[in-house]
């Protein structure tokens, strides 16, 4: 499959930079799990044979633990260790062995397996990439059982090309001399991917058989800005690259003299700029860029770990209030049911059914407890409440009344109660018709671009066969939009954009234009987003937005916004794809 030829390849952008290195492959050796039927007399051999690997794993990850300097990094490991740790998990695996009499690795490999499509039944790539940990695991486990564990040198200076990574790997990567990382599956929200971007090491996941693709030493070109991997580089290509590299170079560097500086145009509109996370450990990367909020924390893997537990719920939000303050963070209530994990329950069209607010209010013991947990973190005062996928009034309502209803229940249990202020997502038709009507119940509304497309296209963005039709600046989304932002203003309530069109330059410029106040977009794009603001022209924004929404296709908007993007910031079309 190889070849010498150059080989352009694309995938999933995971941290910033570009790299021109040659490669080396690093391939944990796959444990060979073959299923024996044990012999009366080797059965609690086998048991033992468990637990002490079990033990012996964990020890190793605790010392990792240990070696690691970065609290919030450390605590990653213990997802891992909670795993290995877990009763239920330990209790399956010697079921397995004693009553079925599985050998120790067949049994472990069952039960992981079990586990991990569970998982990957639910479209979430959220879900998936949990999946890929989970497996991951199971097979060092079933390594460290056979004595066949091995920690990888990853004292490198080039690129690292593997198939996937566990938390401990990345770990020790960002601790190696390493310039970039490829790997063949995994995706954004994985913990390693986390880990990677908060040591700036620049890296693409999702390249399709990179391993075979590419020998130790070949030239290879990394762009984990676009997700581009160019494999053996012509001379034309490689000085190409060189040339872009030194500009992006200075081009970063532009960016990080602006980090203090505020998102305030031209002509004097400051416009509130925070970061989106997905985990709590990402509130420690956004403190590294500057002061900033949190304009959308997606609480899904605080939903599928800790629904049922309050305690845990308020101690993430409110370390979370508490390390961004006096900033603000808004906490979007569980987003799930569509493509997102909920339950076993499946439905023909999961977008048109049960999801978001539908979900909250069919499980209000759910919502209730995390609504409890909210309120109950807010002791800073810097907390949002926003509700997503609301379709009509009856349902903000209802929101309104429980979110009110265990305001007074903590209230009577105890003093200094601080309520959050109260929101939510415009993301259905429906609700920006209505808008003026539940205007009148909350404190803001936050525009979630994805789902606004989406629903107002009839387009599912994540179908290979019709998802070049979704794009948010179809003038129809755009106008939406408008009618959005007009009835906020009229209402004086605070609108605020999430979603791909927040961090999109195209979408920025139209964003400032109709009188966006907030933009909430991936950290990693915030002082991109930033430079952009401070060369626009709120006026020339405004008519530019006008004259989008009179298009007649995405195209044409595209043509229009970008012509005013080449007069203020050519340099960000050079490295935006």
């Known amino acids: 499959m190889r070849s010498s030829q150059e080989l352009k390849l694309k995938g999933i952008p995971v941290s910033p930079g570009i790299v021109i290195a040659p490669v080396k492959i690093f391939k944990r050796k796959r444990a060979q799990v073959k299923e024996r039927i044990l012999k009366p007399t080797e059965i609690e051999d086998e048991v033992s044979k468990f637990t002490k690997g079990t033990e012996k794993l964990i020890s190793v990850l605790n010392e990792l633990k240990m070696e690691t300097k970065e609290e919030n990094l450390a605590r990653l490991l213990d997802v891992e260790i909670s795993i290995l740790n877990d009763t239920e998990m330990q209790n399956d695996v010697i079921l397995l062995i004693r009553n079925k009499r599985r050998n120790a690795e067949s049994a472990i490999s069952s039960v992981f397996n079990n586990r991990k499509e569970s998982l990957l039944k639910h479209e979430s790539s959220y879900m998936r990439e949990r999946a890929n940990e989970l497996e991951r695991l199971g097979m060092d486990l079933i390594a460290m059982i056979n004595d066949d564990y091995s920690r990888e040198d990853f004292g490198f200076d080039g690129i690292i090309a593997t198939e996937s990574l566990s938390i401990e790997q990345a770990l020790r990567i960002v601790r190696s001399n390493a310039k970039g990382v490829v790997t063949e599956v995994g995706g954004r929200t994985e913990h390693s991917a986390l880990i990677l971007r908060n040591f700036e090491v620049?890296?693409?996941?999702?390249?399709?058989?990179?391993?075979?693709?590419?020998e130790d030493g070949d030239t290879m070109i990394l762009d984990g800005g676009k997700g581009v991997v160019?494999?053996?580089?012509?001379?034309?290509?490689?000085?190409?690259?060189?040339?872009?590299?030194?500009?992006?170079?200075?081009?970063?560097?532009?960016?990080?003299?602006?980090?203090?500086?505020?998102?305030?145009t031209v002509d004097g509109k400051e416009i509130g700029l925070y970061a989106n996370i997905d985990i709590p450990e990402e509130a420690d990367r956004l403190l590294d860029l500057g002061k900033y909020g949190i304009g959308l924390f997606r609480t899904e893997m605080v939903f599928n770990e800790y629904s049922s537990d309050e305690e845990k719920q308020y101690q993430i939000y409110y370390d979370i209030a508490k390390k961004v303050y006096p900033n603000s963070v808004t906490i979007r209530s569980f987003d799930v049911g569509g493509d997102k994990f909920y339950s076993d329950y499946t439905e023909e069209n999961p977008f048109l059914g049960l999801r978001g607010i539908r979900v909250l209010l069919e499980e209000q013991e759910v919502f209730e407890r995390q609504i409890r947990a909210v309120i109950r973190a807010n002791v800073h005062s810097n907390i949002r409440f926003m509700i997503p996928m609301v379709s009509n009034y009856e349902e903000v309502l209802e929101a309104k009344k429980i979110f009110l209803r265990n305001k007074k229940l903590l209230e009577k249990q105890q003093n200094n109660v601080n309520q959050p202020r109260f929101g939510v997502m415009i993301e259905v038709p429906s609700a920006v018709f209505i808008l003026e009507h539940i205007a009148e119940l909350v404190d803001f509304v936050s525009i979630g671009t994805n789902d606004l497309t989406q629903y107002t296209l009839a387009v599912n963005r994540k179908s290979l066969r019709v998802s070049k039709l979704f794009n948010h600046l179809h003038p129809a989304v755009l106008k939406l939009i408008q009618i959005t932002t007009d009835i906020c203003r009229e209402k004086n309530i605070v609108v605020a954009s999430c979603g791909e069109m927040a961090s999109d330059p195209y979408g920025v410029v139209l964003l400032v234009g109709f009188g966006i106040d907030e933009i909430s977009c991936p950290s990693s794009r915030i002082l991109e987003v930033k430079s952009l603001i401070r060369r626009i022209n709120l006026s020339d924004a405004e008519q530019i937005a006008a004259e989008a929404v009179k298009k007649s296709n995405h195209r044409a908007v595209k043509d229009l916004v970008g012509e005013y993007l080449k007069s203020v910031m050519p340099e960000l079309l050079e490295f935006y794809e």
């Not at 012509?234 to 998102?263: H, Q, V, W």
């Open 202 to 214: 620049p890296t693409v996941f999702g390249i399709e058989k990179i391993t075979k693709l590419v």
């Open 230 to 264: 160019i494999i053996n580089p012509m001379d034309s290509t490689l000085n190409r690259y060189f040339f872009i590299k030194s500009g992006y170079e200075r081009y970063e560097s532009g960016l990080a003299s602006e980090r203090d500086l505020p998102a305030i």
